[in-house]
């Protein structure tokens, strides 16, 4: 089964809205990032959070992560229509080499 | 221009053919994977490889086969085993293992 799982599955908003995303996963991570896909291209690495931070920014980006509840929050503030896109988090277990992604949330963003 | 390439952007395959997907780096980056996706899915790892001449299998390796002779290169070829083969098919590389991937354009494999 995949590790990460986003929340919701689609979610559309105004332009100027906040937009938050979560992923929970299910094992203890290394470090859990998030990835952006517009339609039919490749992903786009956002931000990546390690096991021992609880926050980090990007500029209209804002990445929590909670290791108690194994739950992260992406935060994208004051959306634009270029925003509109897929997001998905993606987990790093232990000390293997893969990347475990979930099937992601869709975001819309309307002008 | 620093960055991850593959080709072809729109491949197509007949019953019974094997077809390569060609990626390529300049990045210097050791580790390279390929993940498939299917419509409205997450990515699923396929192979990938830590270092040249080394790859290994993801979760779904069946009916796939790489090889990593040089550090910038990492085709996949999709076999006639694989019976359900049309998917979009990304490539991505890291410095070092679990960290940041960089991901190529993608190649959309349709099965005439």
């Known amino acids: 089964s995949q590790q990460g799982e986003e929340d919701p599955q689609a979610l559309s908003i105004q332009e100027g809205e906040n937009a938050t995303m979560n992923c929970s996963y299910k094992t203890s991570i290394n470090n859990l990032q998030w990835y952006r896909q517009n339609s039919g291209r490749g992903l786009v690495h956002l931000i990546l959070?390690?096991?021992?931070?609880r926050e980090k920014h990007s500029g209209r980006l804002r990445v929590t992560l909670d290791t108690s509840k194994k739950s992260s929050s992406l935060l994208i503030t004051a959306s634009r229509a270029a925003d509109t896109a897929s997001y998905f988090c993606a987990t790093a277990l232990g000390t293997g080499n893969q990347f475990y992604f979930g099937t992601g949330t869709s975001l819309t963003v309307i002008p | 221009d620093g960055g991850i390439t593959q080709s072809p952007k729109y491949l197509f395959r007949k019953e019974g053919q094997n077809v390569t997907l060609s990626c390529e780096q300049n990045l210097n980056h050791d580790a390279m994977y390929w993940y498939r996706q299917d419509p409205g899915q997450g990515l699923r790892l396929i192979y990938y490889?830590?270092?040249?001449?080394?790859?290994q299998k993801g979760d779904i390796a069946e009916g796939y086969s790489v090889s990593r002779e040089k550090k910038e290169s990492f085709p996949l070829t999709v076999t006639s085993a694989q019976k359900n083969p049309t998917a979009f098919y990304l490539c991505?590389?890291?410095?070092?293992?679990?960290?940041?991937?960089?991901f190529g354009p993608g190649t959309r494999l349709l099965v005439l």
């Open positions: 490889s830590q270092i040249v001449n080394d790859f």
């Open positions: 991505a590389s890291s410095i070092k293992r679990q960290e940041t991937q960089y």
């Open positions: 959070i390690r096991s021992n931070e």
